[in-house]
């Protein structure tokens, strides 16, 4: 089964959507299914073998690099002759950016069958940037013409599976174009995976409830040293009464950061000696000043940034660390907090469905989405280690269930159901394209 996988991001960005798509890679490959990665091209990308690297301009944008395909449809000819002639049987897309598009596109003209994971809660993310909807519509348009398709008619104001609460204004048209996006990326899919059930709390998916798939990514243990682990904290000024609350992913406004900043005023009230080490790309650095300022002066002296890190000194992180706290509400699965589950240190979120129906099932404390909420949350396992000691076994018990060769077998089950599922329509006469 040689699956082709369509990704907007990757190397040397490092997030969530790398993460899992390397990590099924990898594992479907020791499996005996080897396939080849679409990814836009960035200079300091490594070589790296089954990789196909499509020209891409920066954007401007969290790193991101788009591929310009999208504004000259006939670019596409070549690239999909090329990935044919690898003999794929299943296409494979992760994101909703133009490579993702360019994987939708290739399913249909190759007649192949379409699998799509929703890693990214998009409605989420224009809502945090309050991108115009003005310029969400336009891509609608673009996408729909570039697959050769009518844009999709406006979704009703509300939906029986949509947990979302009402919106008017700019928030409705975001969300209609959002939704617009979705039905042209997902609608025609033979399945889609989400990672947790907090996707399906959150938004309804444009594909029959038999097609979605839930299928957590599988995390392997970061292994470290305690000569690494003393080296991160020299290296960052940490001191050795320092106690370290951690959090890793992107230092951005949609992860939730002015909450944990505002959190962790009032948990140095309770516990002077706390530092918070925030370990992940900093797209923003403005903003985050503007958070700083506004806080009180001790808040910036024990907040250690470290940038985007490779992943041995992000395990290094995770051994410093006695609690990871995961203030963001946009996340699908978060990683991370599986890695910090199988590192030993307790967390505490603020996401309720995560919480309950995350890969850690439980296995934390959530807290309160507000600064008093998560400050006691932090205090609590930093106050009482009997407490912390319990809930980081039981998180890297539930954590340790989740592994890349499980995440493999599962992909591959979904795969197998795709191809059934289009060589059905197929029989009927009935295609893709």
Known sequence: MRAVHFTDTYLPRRDGVVTSLRTLAAALTTAGHPGLTVVPRHPDQPDEPDVLRLRALPCGVADLRLSPWLLRGAAATGTIAEIAAVGPDVVHVHTPGPVGLLGVLTARRLGLPLVQTYHTDLHAYADAYRVPARALS???????????????????????????????????????????????????ADAVVVPTRAVLDRIHLPVPAERVHLVPTGVAPRPTTPRQINDFRYGHGIAPSDRVVLYVGRVNREKGIELLISAFEQVLAGCPNARLVLVGALYEPRWLAGLLRLADPRVAERVTLTGQQPPEVVAAAYGAAEVF?????????????????????????????LHAHGALAG?????????????????????????????????????????????????????????????????RGRTRS
């Open 363 to 427: 296995a934390a404390v959530c807290a309160d989405p507000d600064p008093g909420g998560l400050a006691t949350g932090v205090l609590r396992l930093l106050l009482d280690p009997d407490s912390a000691r319990r809930i980081a076994a039981a998180a890297a018990g539930r954590a340790a269930a989740h592994t890349p060769a499980r995440y493999a077998e599962a992909i591959a089950e979904v795969y197998a159901s795709a191809v059934g599922l289009a060589s059905r329509f197929n029989a």
């Open 138 to 188: 336009a891509g609608v348009r673009l996408y729909a013409r570039r697959l050769g398709v009518p844009r999709p008619a406006a979704a009703p104001a509300s939906h029986a599976r949509d947990h979302r609460p009402m919106a008017s204004g700019a928030v409705a048209r975001r969300r209609a174009a959002m939704d617009a996006t979705n039905t042209l990326l997902l609608g025609g």
């Open 325 to 353: 706290a995961f203030p963001s509400r946009t996340d699908t699965q978060a990683l991370v907090l599986q890695e910090a589950g199988l590192a030993g240190v307790p967390v505490v979120l603020v996401d309720r469905a």
